[in-house]
């Protein structure tokens, strides 16, 4: 009986270092995931607010060039206004489709994609 008794300890012991191996392996896949995630989205942030700032000066120099040509340079600032009133009047429309989904989607796709080493 000894000698079952040994075995039997043993598998209890190779059962508990493969859970704790499993856990530890579920933990560091988590991190690699949830690291990719972080970096793709710190990625896209960062080409958003370079994109944001371009678009803020030629926003400017527009508003600018059509109150110069119309007289007033408040003039331009107002029909500048005015076309992102109707673009996010349009985006406000149809933001579950254009934003909402493919946002979800590409996050979704992002964490269930496997990677291939």
Not at 53 to 78: M, P, Q, T
Not at 98 to 115: E, G, V
């Amino acid at each position: 009986m000894n000698n079952s008794e040994k075995s039997i300890e043993m598998l209890f012991g190779k059962a508990e270092d493969y859970g704790k191996t499993t856990v530890e392996l579920f933990k560091l896949k988590a991190i690699d995931k949830t690291s990719d995630i972080i970096s793709s989205l710190a990625v896209k942030l960062v080409i958003i607010i370079v994109i944001a700032l371009f678009s803020l000066s030629i926003n400017i120099g527009v508003a600018l060039w059509i109150g110069e040509l119309l007289g007033k340079s408040y003039y331009g600032f107002f029909i500048v206004a005015g076309f992102y009133a109707i673009a996010v009047s349009v985006i406000y429309a149809f933001r579950i489709q254009c934003i909402k989904s493919p946002i979800r989607d590409a996050i979704i796709n992002q964490m269930l994609q496997q990677k291939t080493l």
